[in-house]
């Protein structure tokens, strides 16, 4: 079956300027999550979905960065004012549930700042 | 602060060679372990993983991972690695009950394996 899609695959943007960062999970998935990994590290959390509201936000890194997931499936991912330090890989996970189960990532969005 | 540590960056072998590689982390509590790997060009793939039981778990590619409690570590091995193995290596970690099921991941570990 489809795993997890994200789109843009590469998005160049100019500080300051908004952007929308998109991710489909796989289909019955009901936990989302984002992550995002900057060069020569590790993925680190952002935040997680279970069906429509988030359950934890506590990774978003301020209050430019903000997620929805509307009607339990396809998640945005919204950047606003952003920086040059906002400039990563963007990953999207999904699962069946959120306890138990193995997330599956998406290809990533990789976001660049002038 | 609680981490997860994966102590070699990058890692040389000729095909054939054996592979370790380290994880240690430093959440208390149950947690379940995993290990991804990301082959250039791709997505993060699951390499295997340990919720319960035995702790040698076998995974896909002729890869294989302790999990030993009083050593707060999972090492993945490999008795003889190939050309193919040549990705990123990433060890990761969800606590239990805690954390609503985000994974902590380490630095990541870059196999290059020669033919």
Known sequence: ?114 | AQSVSQHNHHVILSEAASLELGCNYSYGGTVNLFWYVQYPGQHLQLLLKYFSGDPLVKGIKGFEAEFIKSKFSFNLRKPSVQWSDTAEYFCAVKVRGSTLGRLYFGRGTQLTVWP
């Open chain 1, 1 to 114: 079956g489809a795993g997890v899609s994200q789109t843009p695959s590469n998005k160049v943007t100019e500080k300051g300027k908004y952007v929308e960062l998109r991710c489909d999970p796989i289909s019955g998935h009901t936990a989302l999550y984002w992550y995002r990994q900057s060069l020569g590290q590790g993925p680190e959390f952002l935040i997680y979905f279970q069906g429509t509201g988030a359950a934890d936000d506590s990774g978003l890194p301020n209050d430019r960065f903000f997620a929805v997931r509307p009607e339990g499936s396809v998640s945005t991912l919204k950047i606003q004012r952003t920086e040059r330090g906002d400039s990563a890989m963007y990953l999207c996970a999904s699962s069946l549930r959120a306890e138990l189960d193995t997330q599956y990532f998406g290809p990533g969005t990789r976001l660049t700042v002038l």
